[in-house]
């Protein structure tokens, strides 16, 4: 209750679904939203000083070695971070929803993936991508819950045969979810893919999450509903899937053992947006309690089935 979150730029063009009232959020959770245009955010980045982006950006390599990302991009990735971070200080915004495509690309040619990542490290502010603000919403749930803001992601690949998922975003979240290997900064994997150039620019943390139990959440429907998964990382190499990523399995929804069909059928037939904060942990309990003292529904579990029944949409 009481909660600002920052929204910079709007909803990335076509993620649509992901509108939300402001109004009803208000109503139900106390939580206020403020817009700022995108142009006030490259505004701020070119006023940056030189040396205090170039001690973020020593600060950025101590955490996590820098891996072919150029110089500049990094610079950008810092100013980036260090604009988002004033503009969260004078706004008093518990969370951010950002903006970071396409307008980004175009000018100053940059994706903020890694500035994401850094403010939830270093800071513990939750930035969430394509200007989702249930995601932000989301965010502020699971860092309350956790102490941290978790990883923003997609479900993104079911492997039906060995009951996984992989879940992954590219880039923004927090280096503390790195399993052994560590995390790094890399190009955007997806920025320049089938060009003569291939990945050039856009950094953003590449990194596996470390195997154990794990807590998948997302507030919905305006802040009337919740959705909240437990499941596990478990020993599989997500290859091929550079960014924040990992395989999980033995998922229960709402405490109720799901399969991973079930988890498929369940996320279609509820019609929930696109991303989902994962943190470490099982919580459904406290998440459980959560909605029920907040008044939302508990968006249970589907069956998968050969068909779909009217109260499957509930």
Excluded: K
Aim: overall charge negative; some cysteine; aromatic content about 6%.
């Amino acid at each position: 209750d009481g909660a600002r979150i920052g929204v910079v730029g709007g909803l990335a063009m076509t993620f649509y679904n992901m509108e939300v009232s402001s109004n009803a959020l208000r109503a139900r959770l106390g939580v206020e939203v403020a817009h700022h245009d995108i142009h006030e955010l490259t505004g701020r980045m070119a006023g940056i000083d030189a040396a205090r982006t170039a001690a973020e950006v020593a600060a950025m390599a101590a955490a996590a070695p820098v891996a072919g990302v150029a110089a500049a991009q990094m610079d950008l990735t810092a100013r980036c971070a260090l604009a988002l971070r004033d503009m969260a200080q004078a706004g008093g915004y518990a969370a951010l929803a950002v903006s970071d495509w396409p307008a980004l690309q175009a000018d100053p040619g940059m994706h903020p993936g890694a500035a994401f990542s850094w403010l939830e490290e270093a800071d513990g502010l939750p930035v969430a991508s394509e200007g989702d603000v249930l995601g932000a919403v989301t965010q502020i749930v699971a860092r309350a819950v956790t102490g941290r803001p978790g990883c923003l992601l997609d479900l993104t690949e079911p492997d039906f045969d060995a009951g996984q998922l992989l879940v992954w975003h590219g880039g923004g979240g927090p280096l503390y979810l790195a399993n052994g290997a560590g995390a790094r900064w890399i190009n955007h994997p997806m920025i320049g893919r089938g060009t003569a150039q291939g990945p050039c620019f856009g950094a953003i943390a590449d990194l596996v999450f470390r195997d154990g139990p794990v807590s998948l959440l997302r507030i919905a429907r305006d802040g009337g509903a919740l959705f909240a998964m437990t499941a596990r990382v478990r020993g599989r190499d997500p290859s091929g899937f550079d960014g924040c990523r990992g395989w999980v399995e033995d998922f229960a929804i709402s405490g109720d053992q799901a399969s991973l069909g079930d988890v498929v059928a369940t996320v279609m037939a509820r019609g929930l947006e696109h991303h989902f904060v994962l943190v470490p942990g099982h919580h459904a309990g406290v998440l459980a309690e959560f909605g029920a003292w907040t008044g939302m529904s508990a968006l249970r579990r589907v069956p998968l089935r050969d068909h779909l029944d009217a109260e499957d949409f509930g």
